[in-house]
């Protein structure tokens, strides 16, 4: 089985770890933008291979996606005259309507099928990757409506054998939760860090401060990926689910007590 990890960042390169780890059977073969990228990869053990030449993952049988958000469009664009119409297409971003419009512009659009992987580190980058990340962890498919996912079966069992929990939804409905369950948490979290930061020492903060800021402290490009709107959508949520009916924890803040 020969799998192609397009974007070589923690969750790129943890991905490589974890099914290299599983047999040798299964051929890595990763795409980073960067030369220097590349060879980290393979000096890490995250593939076998890679190179900045997407045309290198025509021979393969899956595709993941794993770059920034941003750049997916672009990667789907310059893969549909690349890889054979049977490949199978799947990534990793956290926000899954934009994702499933933009596989429109492959050569086989039902050989895609959105992936998330609900896990991560505070900060990015390769030297982040940990083959164990997985563990436990839900990665949720969002096939479209009608869409036969028997195709992705072998994928399906390679997620399960490096430790995850594959689950099924709309990609609307996934966009829901994770704009509470992740985006929110990040909106939070960075609301937070520039609140207090001019007011403050962040010297003197204790666990319960550092709690607090380490989403806005860790990898930008993947709260960027978390996408604000959605963040900020869910507190709009919030904020209407408690008009009229203050909890106790928004009374303690009104009056400046615990």
Known sequence: MRVAIVGLGVIGGSLGLALRQLRHS????????????????????????ASTDLSDVSDCDIVVIATPIDQIAG??????????????????????????????????PSRFLGGHP?????????DESDAAIFDQEPWIFTPTQGQDVRPFDTWFEMVRAIGARPSFMRAD?????????SHLAFTISIAYAQTVRPFADPELGGPGFRGMVR??????????????????RAAARAREA???????????IACGCR
């Not at 299964?26 to 291979?49: C, F, K, L, Y």
């Not at 896990?119 to 980058?125: E, W, Y």
């Not at 408690?242 to 303690?252: I, M, N, S, V």
């Open 26 to 49: 299964i051929d890595v073969t990763g795409v980073a933008r960067r030369a220097e990228s590349a060879a980290a990869a393979v000096q890490r053990g995250a593939v076998n291979r």
């Open 173 to 181: 409905a996934h966009d829901q939760q994770m704009a509470f369950l």
């Open 118 to 126: 609900v896990a991560g580190k505070a900060h990015g980058g390769l």
């Open 242 to 252: 408690h008009r009229g009916r203050p909890t106790r924890a928004w009374r303690a």
């Open 75 to 108: 990667v789907m664009e310059r893969l549909a005259p690349i890889v054979p119409a049977g490949t199978l297409i799947t990534d990793v971003a956290s926000v899954k309507r934009p994702v499933v419009g933009w596989a429109q512009r492959l050569s086989n």
């Open 215 to 232: 989403l806005a402290e860790g990898d930008r490009i993947a709260g960027r990926d978390r996408c604000p709107r959605h963040g900020a």
